[in-house]
Structure formats: structure tokens, C-alpha cells
């Protein structure tokens, strides 16, 4: 006997109850990033393994342990070193600064599933290419926060730090380095190994060791230089002026390597385990890393699985029928054309398409939610007004003609 098939582990059907509330995700963002000057992009599901090697970190998790690769390709992790990579195959520094794009597809990691943890997932994404300035740092958390706020996420906690420049980070990584060697018996075998690549990831650990360990290692925001700190300020005070509260997070680290100056993510504490809805942060030497000029750039991504397990549930209103097409069996060809002409006219319309009884093609009317059915009987056709109840005799050309004249009476 065959094994029953079933969607790969960590994946999932997005069945047409679920599809409501996710295209409501889509529409939300196209609204709320376009009306500030994002416009679409999207690329490939899968790239070159070496875009993600250069432009999310050799020495990151994502890299090291969760990419689907296959050949020279792996499906993408993440959205940011795609979107740099296309702005840099197209030439888009010579627009106008900063390329201002958003996303939304599906993302692929080899992680574990649990709630809220996914191995293909969807994203939402906006990102702005090219401009140094601290209104867009601000622009783009706030953008974010409309999002959540749009969807209804609650209990939502913004946590902002500031990673410096690598220029201003290196000397306080040689001193982070010295203390976790220092430390080294008490840190987890992985926190121990990465003392030389990655060592800031040591904030990051799930181990409470290597927890007390980090509880009492040296800041960096205490060692940021006079220009970090002021572009920092000018985010805050911006975020400020817009209303967006947020907490310093001095131990924050993102998962990816190409982070400089701000970053910041959004949890949800009504989420368990998994409480990350979605973050960002600015990556000034991004492109040059993928082999472009030194370009800065700045911005976020959300889980769109997330932010739904985040929001309060919605009634989600049903597509509608404004006509339902019942036909006896020679009148099929008739029943097809109408319900042609009537969508045509920019109606929701259905026909029976299982060759049932009338008396099951009015069962059916009903459960689609029709305002009105006309019933195709050989001898004539009768409208019915599925509201009132009352019926009339109508001539078939007149059918759509009818139902239109009666939603606008409505
Ligand atoms: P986490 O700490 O939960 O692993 P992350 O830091 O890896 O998250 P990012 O790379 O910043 O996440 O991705 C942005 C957002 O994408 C996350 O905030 C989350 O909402 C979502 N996300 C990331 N990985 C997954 C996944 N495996 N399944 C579902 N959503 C995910
Ligand atoms: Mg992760």
C-alpha cells in the first residue's frame, strides 16, 4: 500500500476559509505603502546560493542550518538581499533616491515547525534604497506600525536599538570578544564557537548560561560614536512626533548580518513562544557586499502568519451573488449565456454546474447568499427576488437588465 500524501512537513493549505483574511494582509499593505510611494516588486523563489552567502551572512543561522539549496540555487530566505540584488541588476540608482519597493510572497527555512514557526511562510516587505537619512528609518517602522494597527495586532512592543557602523562596532566586538573568551567555560558549545564570526549572535542564545553570561557583557550602545548616536536620536524624535512608542533593547540582534545603525522589532505578547510579528533595520553596507557602490538602505519585513495569529479574529464578509442561474436540461446553453452576459455586466454570478433539480439548484442559490435566481424553464423564465420571495415573469434578455435595475433600487 502507498503512503497517503500529504503537504510536506512545516507547510500548509491555504484553504479558501483561510484566503479572507490573508488577502486582507495584502490589500492593507498595497494601501498603506503605496499611498506613501512604495510600489511592488517581486523576485524569483529561488537565487543563487551565493547572494544569501554574501548578502544575509555566512555566519548566520538563516545560512548556516535553514536553507532549502539544491544545485547552486536555494530557495529564498528572506526578502531583503533579493530586492538589493534586483535594484543593482536593473541600474535603479539612477532613479530618483531612495527606490522605495515592498513585497509580499512566500519565504522558505529549514526550521522546525511549531506554531507560528513555518517552512514556507509569507512575508510582507517594504524597503528603501538609497538614502542615508533618519526620516527613513522612522518612515519605515512607522509604516510597519500602520500595518499592525490596520490589522488589529495586539499587544504589540516596538524594541529599537542602534548596531553602530562596522567602523564604530569594531572596537566594541574586540572587547565583546575578550570578555565572552573570558567567559568561554560558561558559554554554550554555540555561542563559544562563534566568538570569532558572529560574536554579538551570544545575545541572542537560549541558554541560560550563556543568558548570565550576557546579563553582564559590556553594550554596545554604550560604545557607539558621536554620529550613530545622533542618527539614532533623530529616529527616536521622529518616531516620536508620530506617535510610536517604543522600548530601547540594548541586547537586541537580528538574524542577520548586513544590519547597521537602527534596528528594531515588533513582538506581540498576545503570541507564545514565537512573539516576533516582523522587524528591520538598516543596511548600509549591503550592496556594496553583493558588489554595488556603497548604497544605504533601510527596511522591514513581517510574517504574515504572524501578524493573523496576532490580530483579533474578523468576520470576513462573504463574496456575494447577485444572481443565481437555475435552468431545466435544455436549457443549458441558455442558463451559460446569461450568467456570461450577466458577469459581463459586472455582476456575481453563479450557475448550476452539477445538472441538479431545481428544486436542489434553489437549495443551492441559497447557500451561495443569491439576491436573485431566475429559474430557465422551456416554456419561460421566472426572476425571483430572494429577499421578498415574489416572482415574476421576465423575458430573457431582460434578466440581467432586470437584476441590475434592481440592486440599484436597493
Ligand atoms: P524568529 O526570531 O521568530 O526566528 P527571525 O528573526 O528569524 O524570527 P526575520 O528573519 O526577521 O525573523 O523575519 C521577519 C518575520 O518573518 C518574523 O518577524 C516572523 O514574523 C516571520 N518569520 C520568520 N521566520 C518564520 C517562520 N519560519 N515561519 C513563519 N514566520 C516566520
Ligand atoms: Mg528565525
Redo the contacts with the bound molecule.
Keep these: 500500500m502507498s503512503a497517503k500524501l500529504q503537504a510536506p512537513r512545516?507547510t500548509f493549505d491555504v484553504l479558501p476559509a483561510d484566503a479572507a483574511p490573508r488577502h486582507g494582509v495584502e490589500r492593507a499593505a498595497q494601501r498603506i505603502l503605496e499611498a506613501a510611494g512604495y510600489r511592488r516588486i517581486e523576485t524569483p523563489a529561488f537565487e543563487s546560493t551565493e547572494l544569501f552567502a554574501r548578502g544575509v551572512g555566512e555566519a548566520t543561522?538563516?545560512v548556516q542550518k535553514?536553507m532549502f539549496s539544491f544545485e547552486e540555487y536555494s530557495l529564498r530566505?528572506?526578502g531583503t538581499a533579493p530586492v538589493c540584488r534586483a535594484y543593482l541588476e536593473h541600474g535603479m540608482h539612477k532613479l530618483a533616491q531612495p527606490v522605495k519597493l515592498w513585497y509580499l510572497g512566500a519565504?522558505f527555512?529549514h526550521?522546525r515547525?511549531q506554531a507560528?514557526?513555518?517552512?514556507?511562510?509569507?512575508?510582507v516587505?517594504a524597503e528603501a534604497i538609497g538614502s542615508h537619512d533618519p526620516s527613513v528609518d522612522a518612515e519605515i517602522i512607522v509604516l510597519l506600525h500602520a500595518l499592525l494597527g490596520e490589522l488589529g495586532a495586539r499587544e504589540l512592543r516596538l524594541r529599537l536599538a542602534s548596531l553602530g557602523t562596522p567602523a564604530s562596532r569594531a572596537g566594541y566586538r574586540e572587547l565583546l570578544q575578550a570578555y565572552l573568551r573570558e567567559h568561554a567555560d560558561d558559554l554554550s558549545p554555540e555561542a563559544r564557537t562563534r566568538i570569532d564570526l558572529n560574536p554579538l549572535r551570544a545575545f541572542?542564545a537560549k541558554d541560560a548560561a550563556t543568558q548570565r553570561v550576557m546579563d553582564r557583557a559590556p553594550r554596545l550602545a554604550d560604545h557607539l560614536d558621536a554620529e550613530d548616536r545622533e542618527h539614532f536620536d533623530a529616529v527616536t524624535e521622529l518616531l516620536g512626533r508620530a506617535g510610536v512608542e517604543w522600548e530601547l533593547d540594548d541586547r537586541l540582534v537580528?538574524?542577520?548580518d548586513y544590519y547597521t545603525r537602527t534596528i528594531f522589532?515588533?513582538?506581540s505578547d498576545a503570541l507564545g513562544a514565537?512573539?516576533?510579528?516582523?522587524?528591520?533595520g538598516r543596511y548600509d553596507g549591503l550592496i556594496e557586499q553583493l558588489g554595488g557602490q556603497p548604497t544605504p538602505g533601510c527596511g522591514?519585513?513581517?510574517?504574515?502568519?504572524?501578524?493573523l495569529l496576532a490580530a483579533e479574529e474578523r468576520p470576513q464578509p462573504e463574496a456575494g451573488c447577485d444572481l443565481f442561474l437555475a435552468w431545466e436540461p435544455s436549457e443549458r446553453s441558455d442558463a451559460f449565456a446569461l450568467a456570461t452576459e450577466a458577469r459581463r455586466a459586472g455582476l456575481a454570478a453563479q450557475l448550476d454546474l452539477a445538472g441538479r433539480s431545481i428544486k436542489g439548484q434553489m437549495k443551492q442559490a441559497d447557500r451561495a447568499g443569491a439576491r436573485y435566481v431566475a429559474i430557465l424553464h422551456p416554456d419561460g423564465t421566472v426572476l425571483r427576488d430572494m429577499d421578498s420571495g415574489q416572482e415574476e415573469k421576465v423575458e430573457r434578455p431582460g434578466v440581467v437588465a432586470g437584476v441590475l435595475k434592481g440592486r440599484h433600487a436597493l
Excluded: K, N
Design positions: 512545516g543561522d538563516i535553514e530566505p528572506e519565504y527555512r526550521e515547525p507560528g514557526r513555518y517552512r514556507q511562510f509569507w512575508q516587505g541572542d537580528r538574524g542577520l522589532e515588533f513582538t514565537q512573539s516576533g510579528v516582523g522587524g528591520g522591514f519585513a513581517a510574517g504574515v502568519e504572524r501578524m
